[in-house]
């Protein structure tokens, strides 16, 4: 049967009307084969136009409808409603782009008229091929996972949970919080980092949605958006969550004592522990590296001690299956290791330490209960905090963190808080003061006595050396000249990178992993808390360094999206966009597997064919035209489609 | 009542679909029990003025091998399409053009050039090229004229089947005369041939890994390759992945890569552009320079993706 | 041939350059007419028949324009392309099509103005070299 094709010119008031010869358009159009009518109107986007389209449909069957008017970027999805309202398949719709690419951009009416009709025969051409073609609709799970439990993943599961979805928060760690539950205060307001995050630690640890795993972490992952299936090792606490209150009685008991990494090492624990006053949930945790059972020996010391009987020897790890509909990766991020630049001398003098060991000295809860000492337990009366260490530097890592320097004046002012008395000098490169309130706090902060800024030329212009147990700094300042600094104590401000195992989480998640290990999103602008892998969102420092409101943000943005998409009772829209494989052309060469970058083909080893998946088939058509048997169809964009559509303008 | 007629042609052709129709060995008693063969001229002493004499119609299928470069072909063609009711191309010549077809990259003239002055071994001191018409001994001689390209079958006559291959496989030939004969009910254009790519039947595709990349090309006179692997996946140009199957891998199985005789799989207008498309895109580099000097490594890219395929293909000949 | 108008087609990824193309619209600047385009979501989709199509229907210039390497919209659609224009680009010298005739360029969506002079040098070139068809 024939189509019946209806061809409307737009006029678009006068852009058109006065570039082109619309009236000759318009019989030009009329004396295409398969054309049943065609209309000029002025502005076919508007209420008026859309009627006199559906209408038409309606009146005259209709069965493919051309619309030469501006781009279809502008308002193809206009006219498709405008079909499908009208009970013709939207896809039935081909728009030719005479304004932005014709009318627009030729001054010669003749020249501009001649594309047009070339256009409009194109467009006649192609449309006659077009299929309609349905949205398919898949079931899928609505349940999220969240990997990480710092204050990105904590906004994630918290909105997600918020709106009643079930999450699954898997944290590795035997303690929920992150990095922030270590700190003491948060710039640029000082407020004390735990009364920041305590409500929000509370209410993930309480909430009835949220499912929290801690001391997990995820083994295996299979499926695809909507319909994920991932594996998490629950490891063995062998202390019961509910009986035990966090007493501390079975810590005393414990005879065994080993570096207390939480605190950077600086003090010791036991092999049964909490790492700080504070640390949520505040139940203990056997560390079976450390522990004398685990290492062959006999003990019980703390399953004597334990006045509620929490203490489980026989837990074994236990191995879950979780189904869920996206994740959220916000497994947070990692400091670049100094040792690896030298020139700051670091694990080779006792007073140079981290940003990280400074945070923990200045808290309350830390190794030295919040008072800064040296190693000799001293107060120190000169301290230096170094900007840029592996930071902004070709060799180590090109990147600004930015949020280093905000902190390292937060560093400043609590230090003098601290000790009055004490000299503090900074030395930087740039300083990186972003926001509403950085550059006040930083004029603040740097207005007090004895805070001192010294300009260097590079952001590693700078080198430290052990001189009579004083760290002795020679650095290059901003005018070139040589100078040089002796302090008692050094606290170096490292890049931020991604976590020392994002190769292999990059690996696990499907997720591009970018520059210094942080993974890669989307899109930079546009879409920066999803990935090229549908389903897997980033949130937080794994997706690059930022300050906490920003992670914040992401872990809400990325719950967001989840929460728009897969919604409880509504099925997962697939566009119809996608390639399609005719299994009976297929003869399984392999040639399309390969060049899938969303991992969207795979190869059935039983039938020795390809098949793409429509979920995770983005539309591409690259697989398409590789295909030696033209056995991939790219639906919307067929072969068919497009060589009659070359063929048109070229008539 | 007599029985039907079969006739068989041939064009530019090299013999070897006639060798072909030998093979079908014995099945030619199956065939002369239901036919007559009534013009083959390798075979037969019949005249042309003997078939202009049938009926139009009357002859119910002719094989006719070969392409179409010269008058007489294309008259015969068109004459034998007017007295027969099923014409089926017989080969990759008719089928595709053929291995002639690359004659098409060069000029009618620079040909002519070629086979009678510039070949080492012809001695032709006044140059002489073969004309039309020329005087002999007081009589006028014709001959019959040199078209400008090479052409398949289908593009100087309806062709109602295809018998693929160079040279085709002798089953097709015997299953297409039977079919014929015993009035099978078949789609105009049918090919006796597989519908999927030679890959599908190839014993070689499960030695091909899933991410199969090109890194250089390695041609047969280079080295000693492992033939227990499929040749895409040691870096040598097989046509298999874009040609149809049915060929029963009589290449492969002569440790030979597929040279694509049986023409593209349906739906596919050019062979070679398709060709083209699946190995470009397997290459393993995306840095342009190199990837110009690994196009560079190829001596004649034209000639091995449209070996027999050319004149059927989208561009058909040399166009500047 | 003084009044020869080359025929270019050009094939735009819907993501960079055909919105490139647009931008260059938006801003009401003008480009020779003689392009005609044809929108595929990238440019990986531009299968090399298409470009042998639009020599055959007539086409005396193709031009492919897709996203910066390393920006595809679809992460590697492009560089795919790339692969395939090297080999295409080679193969036809052997039928006598120019390497002028066929061009593959990257155009950002941002960069009307590198659209207008791509389209403007191109279809100078083709002009000057004449029709494709003219050994018919």
Redesign the interface.
């Known amino acids: 049967m024939a189509e019946r094709v209806g061809v409307y010119i737009c006029e678009c008031g006068p852009n058109i009307k006065e570039a082109v010869d619309v009236g000759e358009l318009t019989i030009y159009a009329q004396g295409l084969e398969s054309v049943v009518l065609a209309k000029p109107f002025n502005l076919l986007c508007s209420a008026s136009g859309q009627e006199l389209l559906s209408k038409d449909i309606k009146e005259h069957g209709l069965t493919r409808v051309v619309i030469a008017a501006c781009?279809?970027?502008e308002h193809e999805a206009t006219f498709e409603k405008v079909l499908k309202n009208a009970g013709l398949n939207p896809f039935l719709l081909q728009v030719a782009?005479i304004?932005?690419?014709?009318a627009?951009?030729?001054?010669?009416k003749r020249?501009?008229t001649?594309?047009a009709k070339?256009?409009i025969k194109?467009a006649v051409n192609r449309v006659i091929h077009h299929e309609p073609l349905e949205a398919k609709e898949i079931d899928c799970q609505t349940d999220v996972l969240v990997v990480g439990s710092g204050v990105a993943g904590l906004s994630a599961a918290l909105t997600l949970a918020q709106k009643n979805r079930k999450v699954y928060l898997v944290e590795k760690l035997p303690w929920i919080g992150g990095q922030v539950a270590r700190y003491e205060k948060v710039f640029p307001t000082l407020e004390c980092a735990s009364c920041v995050t305590a409500p929000v630690l509370d209410e993930v640890l309480h909430h009835g949605h949220t499912d929290l795993m801690s001391n997990s972490e995820v083994e295996g992952l299979t499926g695809f958006y909507g319909n994920f299936i991932v594996k998490v090792r629950k490891k063995a606490r062998l202390v019961d969550l509910r009986a035990c209150i966090g007493c501390g009685a079975c810590f005393e008991a414990c005879p065994v004592k080993v570096k207390n990494e939480f605190n950077e090492n600086m003090d010791e624990r036991h092999a049964i522990y909490i790492p700080f006053a504070g640390a949520l949930p505040a139940v203990a945790a056997i560390d079976r590296k450390n522990c004398l059972r685990f290492k062959g020996q006999v003990c019980e010391a703390c399953l004597k001690a334990c006045p509620f009987a929490a203490i489980n020897y026989d837990e074994k790890d236990q191995l879950v299956e979780l189904k869920v509909g996206a994740i959220v990766l916000a497994v947070g991020f990692d400091l670049f290791d100094a040792r690896k630049a030298p020139q700051y001398s670091y694990g080779k003098a006792e007073n140079i330490m981290t940003a990280f060991e400074f945070e923990r000295m200045l808290n309350s809860t830390g190794p030295t209960a919040g008072k800064i000492l040296m190693k000799n337990k001293k107060p120190p009366k000169t301290i230096a905090f170094i900007h840029c260490v592996g930071s902004r530097v070709k060799k180590f890592n090109e990147h600004c963190s930015g949020v280093c320097c905000s902190y390292l004046l937060k560093f400043a002012h609590m230090a003098k808080e601290k000790l009055p008395k004490a000299t503090v000098c900074e030395f930087y490169s740039d300083l990186c003061l972003p926001g509403k309130e950085a550059q006040e706090f930083c004029d603040k902060v740097t207005g007090k006595k004895g805070i001192e800024l010294l300009h260097m030329s590079g952001a590693d212009s700078i080198k430290i050396t052990v001189k009579n147990n004083k760290a002795f700094i020679q650095y290059a300042d901003v005018s070139g000249k040589n100078k040089n600094k002796t302090v008692d104590m050094v606290v170096l401000a490292p890049a931020m990178q991604g976590v020392k195992d994002s190769k292999e989480l990059a690996k696990l998640f499907d997720v591009s992993l970018g520059k210094a290990g942080f993974f890669v999103e989307e899109n930079n602008q546009l879409a920066p808390v999803s990935t090229?892998t549908k389903g897997v969102f980033i949130a937080g420092c794994c997706a690059g360094p930022k300050d906490i409101p920003a992670s914040v943000a992401q872990g809400q943005a990325a719950a967001g999206c989840i929460l728009l998409r897969l919604v409880p009772g509504e099925k997962l829209t697939i566009s119809p966009?996608v390639a399609v494989v005719d299994s009976?052309?297929?003869?399984?060469?392999?040639?399309c597997?390969?060049?899938c970058?969303?991992k969207a083909i795979t190869?059935d080893e039983k039938e020795?064919q390809c098949v793409v998946n429509e979920v995770l088939c983005?539309?591409?058509?690259?697989c398409?035209?590789?295909?030696?048997?033209?056995?991939i169809k790219?639906r919307h964009?067929t072969?068919k489609q497009?060589?009659a559509?070359?063929?048109g303008?070229?008539? | 009542m007599s029985k039907p007629k079969i006739a068989l042609y041939w064009c530019s052709s090299c013999g070897g679909c006639e060798e072909s129709v030998v093979d079908i060995a014995e099945n030619v008693l199956t065939v002369r029990e239901l036919a007559d063969i009534v013009f083959w001229p390798v075979a037969l002493d019949v005249k042309y003025k003997d078939v202009e004499a049938f009926a139009d119609n009357e002859i119910a299928v002719t094989l006719i091998n070969g392409s179409i470069r010269m008058d007489e072909q294309e008259h015969m063609a068109k004459l034998l399409r007017r007295k027969s009711q099923k014409i089926i191309a017989q080969g990759a010549c008719a089928h595709i053009g053929g291995i002639y077809g690359l004659a098409n990259l060069n000029k009618k003239g620079e040909c002519l050039d070629k086979a009678y002055k510039e070949v080492p071994s012809v001695k032709n001191p006044k140059g002489v090229l073969p004309q039309v018409k020329t005087k002999d001994c007081g009589r006028e001689l014709e001959l019959p004229d040199f078209h400008d390209t090479v052409r398949s079958l289908d593009q100087v006559i309806t062709v109602d089947y295809y018998i693929p291959g160079c040279p085709p496989n002798p089953k097709y030939i015997v299953e297409a005369v039977l079919a014929v004969l015993g009035n099978k009910d078949l789609p105009f254009g049918y090919v006796f041939a597989e519908r999927r790519s030679l890959c599908h039947s190839c014993h070689l595709v499960d030695s091909k890994p899933q991410d199969s990349v090109i890194n250089k090309i390695k041609r047969v006179h280079e080295w000693v390759w492992d033939p227990e692997k499929c040749f895409l996946a040691q870096d040598m140009i097989c046509l298999g992945p874009a040609t149809r199957g049915g060929c029963e891998e009589r290449c492969i199985k002569g440790n030979m890569p597929c040279r694509g005789c049986y023409g593209p799989v349906e739906n596919v207008e050019d062979q070679g552009g398709k060709f083209l498309s699946a190995l470009a895109s397997i290459i393993n580099s995306n840095d342009e320079k190199q990837l110009k000097k690994i196009a560079g490594s190829f001596p004649d890219i034209a000639g091995f993706c449209y070996r027999y395929s050319l004149p059927t293909s989208l561009l058909k000949k040399k166009v500047g | 041939m003084s009044d020869f108008e080359p025929k270019i087609i050009g094939f735009l990824c819907n993501w960079c350059s055909y919105e490139g193309a647009d931008s260059a619209g938006k801003a009401q600047r003008e480009y020779p007419a003689n392009l005609k385009v044809v929108r595929v979501m990238c440019s990986g989709r531009v299968d090399p028949q298409f470009i042998l199509k639009a020599f055959k229907e007539g086409a005396d210039g193709v031009l492919i324009l897709g996203c910066h390497p390393g920006d595809c919209h679809y992460k590697e659609g492009n560089y795919k392309m790339l692969r395939r224009f090297s080999l295409l680009k080679k193969m036809l010298e052997q039928f006598g099509i120019e390497e002028e005739r066929l061009r593959l360029d990257w155009v950002s969506a941002s960069e009307s103005e590198k659209f207008i002079k791509i389209v403007s040098d191109m279809t100078a070139k083709v002009r000057s070299l004449g029709p494709l068809s003219k050994y018919e």
Do not use: H
């Open positions: 781009s279809p970027k782009n304004r932005e690419q014709c627009w951009t030729i001054k010669d020249a501009a001649q594309k070339a256009m194109a090229t966009r009976e052309l297929c003869s399984g060469c392999k040639t597997l390969n060049l970058p969303f190869y020795k983005r539309g591409c058509g690259t398409v035209a590789a295909c030696p048997s033209a056995a790219a964009f072969n497009i060589s559509e070359i063929k303008l070229l008539e």
